[in-house]
């Protein structure tokens, strides 16, 4: 093996050339132009210089992402289900609740019924 490295990995590739870089920024400005706004500057902001090594960028990634799901989830741990006597509580007042309706429903046919037949006898009356 030549080179003494992993294999496939090309140590004479150690740096960056200053062609490479100028492409990259020529790349950057034609990307800025398309979304560029009239209020923003011309030339296309620089990358932002990071010191960190990889490790910590990607560290603060996965951080960033386990705090997201995290707080997806956080709320369902607040949620608890109903125990036996709150859901009896509830079926009890569910069926309170029906009782009370039809019983308005059937003294509202009886007024109906009883109006029904006090018109038809004013009616009779009548004649």
Request: with cysteine; charged share 45%.
């Amino acid at each position: 093996m030549a080179g003494g490295g992993a294999p496939g990995v090309d140590l004479s590739r150690k740096f960056v050339s200053e062609s490479e870089l100028d492409e990259k920024r020529k790349k950057r400005q034609e990307e800025w132009e398309k979304v560029r706004k009239p209020e923003d500057p011309q030339e296309a902001p620089e990358e932002e210089y990071d010191p960190r090594s990889l490790f910590e960028r990607l560290q603060e990634q996965k951080d960033k992402k386990q705090e997201e799901y995290e707080e997806q989830f956080k709320f369902r741990n607040m949620v608890r289900g109903l125990d036996e006597d709150e859901s009896s509580f509830l079926d009890e007042v569910s069926r309170q609740q029906c009782l009370v309706e039809k019983q308005r429903r059937d003294e509202e046919k009886q007024e109906l019924l009883e109006y029904r037949i006090s018109f038809s006898t004013a009616r009779l009356s009548q004649c």
